[in-house]
């Protein structure tokens, strides 16, 4: 270094009293915006010399800066841009297809409805909704009825009140001591004379019976029970009425005339 050594303020006063120049201007300028810059033919730029720096970063923000309007458009750029017409375009030929397809099923069906009649559909309905609403009221009429067999054996007990006039037969020799008796005979006269009177057996009294007989005994039944049940008369009765009424409605609208089993009309 060939520079003495002063003193820091004295140096510092000879560089302002010899420089008139602001020490602001010394200072690193901004770099100013391109944007304000007029075209060529107007402004005619002073030529500076650039730093390497500087001009990499330039190099760069050129490079990173969107193409215009007036730069040439890569291949792969073009490629990506006509991928929506031909999206498009099969788009198209397949809905077009699909169109195609659906009117001819359409014709196809139009063509069937002309063989079928409007009186056939109909009379389909008619069957069906009157086949328900005639077999509903043939169940609410009907009855169930069965033979059912019974082979058991009933407990009887019970007290039997007897209180009448009958006959009874002696089975043994019955010996009837101080009775009464009259005996009128031709030579021989006798009345109410104590007497020793045996009944032979066989021999026939009549008796009057007036008693209470128990009776506690089992007795075997077999026999057959005939069975014969109306569902009219029924739980089943409300649910099958309900099932009726539940097709009147559209049995009535494809036959208006239609009648019960026992002659009644339907829709009344």
Known sequence: MDET?????????????????SPLDRLPKKAKDTSSIPPKEEYIAEPQVESKSESSSKDSSKSETPPTAS??????????FNFGPAFWTIASIISLTFNVVLLIILLAVLQ??????????????????????????????????????VNT?????FDLPLNQQTNVVLSENVTIARALVTVNTGGLNITNALATIVLPEGT?????????????????VVLDVEVDIPL??????????GLQEVVK???????????????QPVCE
């Open 249 to 263: 409605p559209f049995y009535c609208m494809v036959n208006p005339t239609a009648v019960k089993l026992d002659g």
């Open 204 to 220: 026939t009294l009549p008796v009057y019976l007036n008693l209470t007989v128990p009776v506690d005994t089992t007795v075997p």
């Open 71 to 80: 730069e040439p458009v890569s291949p792969s750029t073009e490629k990506r």
């Open 232 to 241: 009219a008369e029924t739980q089943l009765h409300e649910p099958f009425s």
């Open 5 to 21: 050594k002063d003193d820091p303020g004295k140096k510092m006063r000879t560089l302002l009293a010899g420089d008139k120049s």
């Open 112 to 149: 069937n409805l002309r063989i079928l009649k409007l009186g056939s559909a109909m009379d389909i309905g008619n069957g069906l909704l009157g086949g328900l609403y005639t077999n509903f009221e043939k169940m609410d009429n009907a009855h169930i009825t069965k033979t059912i067999p």
């Open 153 to 157: 054996t009933i407990p009887v007990k």
